[in-house]
Every structure is written in structure tokens, then in C-alpha cells.
């Protein structure tokens, strides 16, 4: 079977100890579980930049020394930033400057959408220029689906040449005004893929049943999982993961149940066509020679 890419969402745009007191919130505890997360076998890792007071920013000032600390660590996941909106409070301009973080992967979200009272603003001219770019530093894009009308937006990209194969498509379940927690709009979400898809689920929900339901879903018909404290912070029903990488090690051990293997940063790196140029702009000669 296709190894597994296990990415980990250390940590969200949220307040996030409304959920769990567990939730890394500061720069060192957020490269901490970053670290623990690759030890334990996540190829990926998800990050929002938080500041020392915990605070989130789309800042890259607040990027880098999180990376640095990641990197201090030998860890060669491969990281993949957050370019939203960070709850209204970045601008377009802030979250194209992303690039300069040079990291791996970026987050492109593939439309509006209403949530929360407000607009998610990421129009068509936004999403354009964003995907310009991110092609033109050699930034894989993780385009983030939010709501079946996105799906038109990931074809325009496609179309324009600003995706390029493989695409990398992570369908969003559970965000007020996106797509719902029910997997029957699964089959229908994954037949609207291009071909030269890699693609997978982030589930955003409280509830441990629904989110194990439906990530089994991507688990048996070829996609990928995320995982972390960003999404859900239950490792069984009632049962609070104490740290990120409990629930990476959970799946790595899940997949050795059912007989997938799980992939490598290095073998994640191929899987999603991520150059060997690009990888070593983004990590240090070091850790990648030991990797």
C-alpha cells in the first residue's frame, strides 16, 4: 500500500487551552511537540506561529524561531506553515509574505467562505497571486478545501498552470460554514480530484468517534491522516492526549495493525514532489545529511 504521510497540527489559531491543558501555546513548546511528533513518526508537522505570550501571529518574525528551535532539534520533517488569515487579523500582503519563512510547504485555502460572523477573504485575485508565488520560490502549496464550491477554485488553478502535479489537497471538515462532519460527502469530495492528487483529511471536532469514522475513511481508500492538538485533543473517547506525539504514535501503530507503511520525511518528500533543491534551502546541511 502507499505509505502513509502522518502530519501532526501541533497547535491552531485558538485559544487553545479552552480544550485541553495539554496544548503547546509558546514557541518552545510548540518545537518541542514538533520534535516529539517526528520522533514518533509524523513526516509533517502543521504550525501556527505563536509569540512568548502565546498569542498567535502570521508574522514571519514569529515563524523563525520557532524553525530555528525545530531545526536546533535535528528534526527534518518536512514543515508546513499556516497562510491564513490568522481570525481576520492578516492582510493578503502579510500572508504572501510567508515565503520569505522558507519553509517547505505553505497553506493555500482554495476559497471564501462565511465562519465566525465574518468573511474568510481568500478571493480569486488572493488565491492567484498567492499560488504565483509559492511557484515561483518553489513552495509546495497544501491547498486547504474548505466547501464543495472550492473545488472550482483548485481547477482555475490547475487550468492557469499554478498548481502543478502532484497537488496536494487536504479536505477541511467541521469548520462553522464548511464542509460538514459526515463522511458521505467523501466519496463525492475525492471523485472531483484531479488526477495527480495526493490528498487528505483534517477533521475539527470534539468528538473522538467522528473523527476516528471519518480519518478512517482517507486511512482505507489512499489518503492521508493529520492528527494534533490543533484538530482534537481526545486520544481515545473521554481520554485527553497528554502530548502531540501520543496521538502520532497512535496511527503509526494503527497502520502497523492494518499493514501500512508509514512514510519517512524523505519518502513524504517524493510522494509530494517536493525538490531536492528546495529541501535544501529549508533545512539545514546537517540535519539533511543525517536524515
Given at each position: 500500500?502507499k505509505?502513509?504521510?502522518?502530519?501532526?497540527?501541533?497547535?491552531?489559531a485558538?485559544?487553545?487551552?479552552s480544550?485541553?491543558?495539554?496544548?503547546p501555546?509558546t514557541?518552545?513548546?510548540?518545537?518541542k511537540?514538533?520534535?516529539?511528533?517526528w520522533?514518533?513518526g509524523?513526516?509533517?508537522?502543521?504550525?501556527?506561529?505563536?509569540k512568548?505570550?502565546?498569542t498567535t501571529?502570521t508574522?514571519?518574525a514569529?515563524?523563525?524561531?520557532?524553525?530555528e528551535?525545530?531545526?536546533?532539534a535535528?528534526?527534518?520533517?518536512?514543515?508546513?506553515?499556516?497562510?491564513?488569515?490568522?481570525?481576520?487579523?492578516?492582510s493578503?500582503?502579510?500572508?504572501w509574505g510567508l515565503?520569505?519563512?522558507?519553509?517547505e510547504?505553505?497553506?493555500?485555502?482554495?476559497?471564501p467562505?462565511?465562519?465566525g460572523?465574518r468573511?474568510?477573504?481568500?478571493s480569486?485575485?488572493?488565491?492567484?497571486?498567492?499560488?504565483q508565488?509559492?511557484?515561483?520560490a518553489?513552495?509546495?502549496?497544501?491547498v486547504e478545501?474548505f466547501?464543495?464550491g472550492h473545488?472550482?477554485g483548485?481547477?482555475?488553478l490547475?487550468a492557469?498552470g499554478?498548481?502543478?502535479?502532484?497537488f496536494?489537497?487536504e479536505?477541511?471538515?467541521g469548520t462553522?460554514?464548511?464542509?460538514?462532519l459526515?463522511e458521505?460527502i467523501?466519496?463525492?469530495?475525492v471523485?472531483q480530484?484531479?488526477?495527480?492528487t495526493?490528498?487528505?483529511?483534517?477533521?475539527?471536532?470534539?468528538?473522538?468517534?467522528?473523527?476516528q469514522?471519518?480519518m478512517?475513511?482517507?486511512f482505507t481508500?489512499?489518503?492521508?491522516v493529520?492528527?494534533g492538538?490543533e484538530?482534537?485533543v481526545?486520544l481515545?473517547?473521554?481520554?485527553?492526549?497528554?502530548?502531540n506525539?501520543?496521538m502520532?504514535?497512535?496511527w503509526?501503530?494503527?497502520?502497523?495493525?492494518?499493514?501500512?507503511?508509514?512514510?519517512t520525511?524523505?519518502?513524504a518528500?517524493?510522494?509530494?514532489?517536493?525538490?531536492?533543491e528546495?529541501?535544501?534551502k529549508c533545512?539545514?546541511?546537517?540535519?539533511?545529511?543525517a536524515a
Amino acid at each position: 500500500m502507499k505509505p502513509l504521510i502522518i502530519c501532526a497540527a501541533v497547535t491552531g489559531a485558538m485559544p487553545a487551552r479552552s480544550k485541553t491543558p495539554h496544548h503547546p501555546v509558546t514557541p518552545d513548546e510548540c518545537a518541542k511537540s514538533a520534535a516529539e511528533c517526528w520522533k514518533a513518526g509524523a513526516a509533517m508537522v502543521h504550525l501556527h506561529a505563536r509569540k512568548e505570550d502565546g498569542t498567535t501571529s502570521t508574522d514571519v518574525a514569529a515563524y523563525r524561531p520557532i524553525m530555528e528551535r525545530i531545526h536546533a532539534a535535528r528534526c527534518d520533517a518536512i514543515l508546513n506553515l499556516s497562510a491564513g488569515d490568522d481570525g481576520g487579523r492578516a492582510s493578503h500582503e502579510q500572508r504572501w509574505g510567508l515565503v520569505e519563512v522558507n519553509a517547505e510547504v505553505l497553506s493555500l485555502d482554495a476559497g471564501p467562505f462565511n465562519t465566525g460572523g465574518r468573511v474568510y477573504d481568500n478571493s480569486p485575485a488572493y488565491l492567484k497571486r498567492m499560488a504565483q508565488i509559492m511557484q515561483t520560490a518553489q513552495v509546495t502549496p497544501a491547498v486547504e478545501v474548505f466547501e464543495f464550491g472550492h473545488m472550482h477554485g483548485v481547477r482555475d488553478l490547475v487550468a492557469a498552470g499554478l498548481l502543478k502535479k502532484p497537488f496536494y489537497i487536504e479536505f477541511v471538515l467541521g469548520t462553522t460554514g464548511g464542509l460538514p462532519l459526515d463522511e458521505r460527502i467523501l466519496p463525492v469530495l475525492v471523485d472531483q480530484l484531479p488526477e495527480g492528487t495526493e490528498w487528505s483529511l483534517c477533521v475539527k471536532t470534539g468528538d473522538a468517534e467522528v473523527y476516528q469514522r471519518l480519518m478512517f475513511y482517507a486511512f482505507t481508500h489512499g489518503g492521508h491522516v493529520r492528527t494534533g492538538m490543533e484538530d482534537m485533543v481526545f486520544l481515545t473517547p473521554g481520554v485527553l492526549a497528554q502530548t502531540n506525539a501520543d496521538m502520532v504514535a497512535q496511527w503509526v501503530k494503527t497502520a502497523a495493525i492494518w499493514g501500512r507503511p508509514v512514510a519517512t520525511p524523505a519518502q513524504a518528500r517524493q510522494i509530494l514532489g517536493i525538490s531536492a533543491e528546495r529541501t535544501r534551502k529549508c533545512i539545514p546541511g546537517a540535519i539533511q545529511a543525517a536524515a
